[in-house]
């Protein structure tokens, strides 16, 4: 019984520190967080280029890191610029988007007087009465809200660019000075301890990641294809849209494509319906065989388990939890076992 209630105080004293640290600690250290990963990755590309070339390491490191990001950089100007192109092709034909909504209102209303016997104009009649107090809503409520989002979005891109200032540099000093922090860290007790725990989790922490990221990929690549076969126009941005979508817990490409396919069906455009729903059907068998593959086996977790973690991640962390409620996981398991 003493061993037993040891053992629980144990797993509730980890659990409570880990959940301390990623609530409150791990926003303060993500950058340098990934600092050290991407210098972790770059290491041995410097130390080959330090070995053969005569400049010294400060310099290879400050040129790769730079390069990277400036390719990074260019690949996602490219992708916001496709996408924010597409978005002004669809602010722009408004206007025939809110006539095709008002034709397409009028044969749900002829619709429903074939089933239900009520006049369609009188349908009609009543929307229009309710839109005067519709539109006053959006006015006073809506408008002012999406402003607000407008303006702390603003704020937003303007913390993230410092914060990938702080990432660039931290990179270069860390890759700078790489052998003799990690020398430092495996020659201290406490260090040793935390490179384990940090390796473990790395492994497993980054597999998760990793699958979720191949996932959400595969997932996009098929939608924007899909679309793209089927004529719409709009297909990158609505692809990544609805990537986005499934990868975000318990939505899913059904969120979109099911009310999609059955708009068009209504509208009697049954090949583009098919088509819809023959993509949703493909994007959930990808799903259903990568998931429990890439996750399960990778982390060394069983679905159920990564399923659990998740859903308790959710009603802890919030939407992070969806990438939090598994780390956690890991983490009090490995320091469970090191400590």
Not at 103 to 109: L, Q, S
Not at 211 to 239: D, K, P, R
Not at 306 to 326: Q, R
Request: aromatic share 10%; proline share 3%.
């Amino acid at each position: 019984m003493k061993e037993s209630m040891r053992k629980i105080g144990k797993i509730l004293g980890i659990t409570l520190a880990v959940y301390v640290c990623l609530r409150w600690l791990l926003p303060l250290v993500v950058p340098f967080f990934i600092a050290f990963l991407l210098a972790k990755l770059l290491n041995p590309l410097v130390e080959k280029l330090e070995d053969k070339l005569i400049w010294k390491r400060g310099i290879w490191s400050t040129l790769l890191v730079s390069l990277l990001f400036l390719v990074l950089g260019f690949l996602v100007i490219l992708f916001v610029g496709t996408l924010l192109g597409q978005l002004k092709t669809v602010v722009g034909n408004m206007d025939m988007y809110r006539r095709q909504a008002g034709d397409f209102f009028r044969e749900c209303c002829c619709q429903v007087e074939v089933f239900t016997g009520i006049q369609a104009k009188d349908i009609e009649e009543n929307v229009q009465r309710q839109l005067p107090g519709l539109m006053q809503h959006m006015k006073t409520n809506v408008v002012p809200m999406l402003m607000n989002g407008t303006i702390s979005y603003a704020k937003s891109m303007f913390i993230w660019v410092g914060i990938c200032f702080v990432i660039i540099i931290s990179t270069v000093l860390i890759l700078k000075d790489y052998r003799k922090i990690k020398s430092s860290l495996q020659n201290h007790p406490i260090g040793q301890m935390g490179l384990k725990v940090c390796r473990r989790t790395y492994e497993a922490g980054g597999a998760y990641l990793k699958a979720q990221f191949i996932i959400m990929l595969i997932i996009t690549a098929v939608c924007v294809l899909g679309l793209y076969l089927s004529g719409n126009e709009y297909a990158l941005l609505a692809g990544c849209g609805i990537g986005i979508c499934d990868a975000m817990p318990f939505l899913g490409t059904g969120t979109i494509f099911v009310p999609w396919a059955l708009v068009e069906m209504l509208q009697g455009e049954y090949m583009l319906a098919a088509i819809y729903t023959v993509i949703y059907t493909i994007c959930s068998i990808l799903r259903e065989i990568l998931e429990p593959k890439l996750l399960g086996n990778k982390l060394g977790m069983h679905p159920l388990t990564v399923i659990v973690t998740i859903y308790v991640g959710l009603g802890i962390y919030g939407l992070w939890g969806f990438a939090l409620g598994p780390l956690s996981y890991i983490l009090i398991r490995e320091i469970y076992l090191t400590i």
